[in-house]
C-alpha cells in the first residue's frame, strides 16, 4: 500500500485570490473506487451533536467546498461545511476541554460496503478545523433512527484510529477492516470544522433484496457493478455511467477525448455477480455533438474466459436512450463496451438475473463480511 501523506497544523490565513491556491492534497490510492457515502446513491447525515455554525449535511455535497470571504450571518461566518461552536471546560478553574471531549456526526452510507479509504476534507477551515479526527462504522440492518445507532447494543468499529490532521487539507486514511458496513461515526476533537467528506470502498449489496427483485439493473453501483478499466477519462469518469438515475448535464457521463488516430475507445466492468443479461440501455443523454457514433457490447465469464459480443456495432443517436432486447447471452460476469470512433455515453444499463453460482457467490461474501 502506498504511504498516505499525512497534513497536520494550521494553514496561513486567507489573504485573498485563488483560496485553493495553498490547499494542502495527494493522490490518494483509493480514491478510484465507489464513494459509499455519495447523496446521489442516498447517503445522509443523520444526526449530529452540534452544528452550531455549519449544518452537518455540507458534507457530503458533491462538489468541491466553496469560499466566500465575505459571507457572514447572525452566527458568525458562514462556511460550506459542518462546524461546530468552540468548547470549554467546566469552570474558570478548568476553561479548557477534557481529552475526552468531541463532536460527532452520524452518516447513512449511501451504498452500504467494505470501506478501502476515507478522506476528510477541512478546505478552507485554516484555524478552526480540529485537533484530530476519528471514525468508526457499524453494520445495522433496516433503516435504523438515530436513537437506534446511539443505543449501548451496537457495536462499532474502529476504521480511524484518533489522528491528527490539518487545516485547509484533503486527509487521507486508507482502511483495512474487512466487514460490511452500513453506518459511520465522524468524530472531530475536540472540536471545529470538517468540509466534505468522503468514504471510498466496495458495495456489497444486499442478496435477499437482489433475489426478491429477480429481473434487475446488473450493472448499476448501488446493485455492486463496477468500473474494471477505461481507455479515456480525460472529460469526465467512466464510473459516472453507472450512477443511480439519468444523467442531468453534460458532464454527469463519461466523455473521452478527441481521437486523432483510427482507435476506439472502451470501457470494462464487472457485473455484481455472474448472470444472465436479456435487455440493454445504453443512454447519451445531454451528449449532442460529442455522443459515440456506434457501440458494441461483449460480455466474458471469469478473467480467462473469451469475449463474446452480444451487441454488434450499432449507431448510437446523441442524446437518445437507446434500448434492446437480447435473443440470448451466455452467463457472464464481466461486460465491455466499445464506442467508435470516441465521444461519450451517459449511462450503460444491464438488465437481467444472477444465476444460481452468482447468486451464491454473492451471499457467501455478504455473510463473510457480517452483513
Do not use: C
Amino acid at each position: 500500500m502506498t504511504e498516505i501523506p499525512s497534513f497536520t497544523g494550521d494553514a496561513a490565513p486567507f489573504g485573498g485570490g485563488d483560496p485553493y491556491a495553498d490547499y494542502r492534497t495527494a493522490d490518494f490510492p483509493f480514491t478510484h473506487l465507489a464513494d459509499l457515502a455519495d447523496r446521489r446513491l442516498g447517503a445522509g447525515v443523520i444526526a449530529a451533536n452540534d452544528e452550531f455554525f455549519a449544518e452537518r449535511e455540507n458534507m457530503l455535497l458533491p462538489e468541491p467546498a466553496h469560499f466566500d470571504p465575505e459571507r457572514f450571518g447572525h452566527k458568525g461566518k458562514i462556511m460550506d461545511g459542518w462546524e461546530t461552536r468552540r468548547r470549554r471546560g467546566v469552570s474558570a478553574e478548568q476553561p479548557h476541554p477534557t481529552a475526552d471531549d468531541h463532536d460527532w456526526a452520524l452518516v447513512r452510507l449511501g451504498a452500504p460496503g467494505v470501506v478501502r479509504g476515507i478522506v476528510i476534507d477541512t478546505a478552507h477551515f485554516r484555524g478552526n478545523y480540529p485537533q484530530a479526527v476519528s471514525v468508526e462504522g457499524t453494520s445495522v440492518p433496516g433503516s435504523p433512527s438515530p436513537e437506534d445507532l446511539l443505543s449501548d447494543d451496537v457495536k462499532w468499529t474502529s476504521l480511524v484510529p484518533r489522528t491528527a490532521v490539518g487545516g485547509h487539507a484533503a486527509n487521507g486514511f486508507a482502511v483495512s477492516v474487512e466487514q460490511h458496513f452500513t453506518h459511520l461515526r465522524v468524530n472531530q476533537h475536540p472540536d471545529g470544522g470538517i468540509a466534505r467528506l468522503r468514504v471510498y470502498g466496495e458495495v456489497v449489496p444486499d442478496p435477499a433484496w437482489l433475489t426478491a427483485l429477480g429481473t434487475f439493473d446488473l450493472l448499476a453501483l448501488e446493485n455492486g457493478g463496477r468500473v474494471e478499466d477505461a481507455s479515456d477519462r480525460f472529460y469526465s469518469p467512466a464510473a459516472h455511467t453507472i450512477h443511480p438515475g439519468r444523467s442531468r448535464k453534460m458532464d454527469d457521463g463519461w466523455e473521452t477525448r478527441r481521437r486523432r488516430d483510427k482507435g476506439n475507445d472502451w470501457v470494462s466492468y464487472h457485473l455484481v455477480g455472474q448472470a444472465e443479461i436479456r435487455a440493454v440501455e445504453i443512454d447519451t443523454a445531454y451528449l449532442k455533438g460529442n455522443s459515440a457514433g456506434w457501440a458494441a457490447l461483449s460480455v466474458r465469464d471469469g478473467d480467462a474466459g473469451q469475449w463474446t459480443e452480444i451487441l454488434p456495432r450499432t449507431r448510437l443517436q446523441p442524446d437518445t436512450n437507446h434500448r434492446f432486447v437480447l435473443a440470448s447471452a451466455p452467463a457472464a460476469d464481466q461486460v465491455r463496451i466499445d464506442i467508435y470512433p470516441d465521444g461519450g455515453i451517459s449511462r450503460l444499463r444491464l438488465f437481467g438475473s444472477l444465476t444460481e453460482p452468482g447468486a451464491a457467490a454473492l451471499a457467501a461474501r455478504h455473510h463473510e463480511l457480517g452483513g
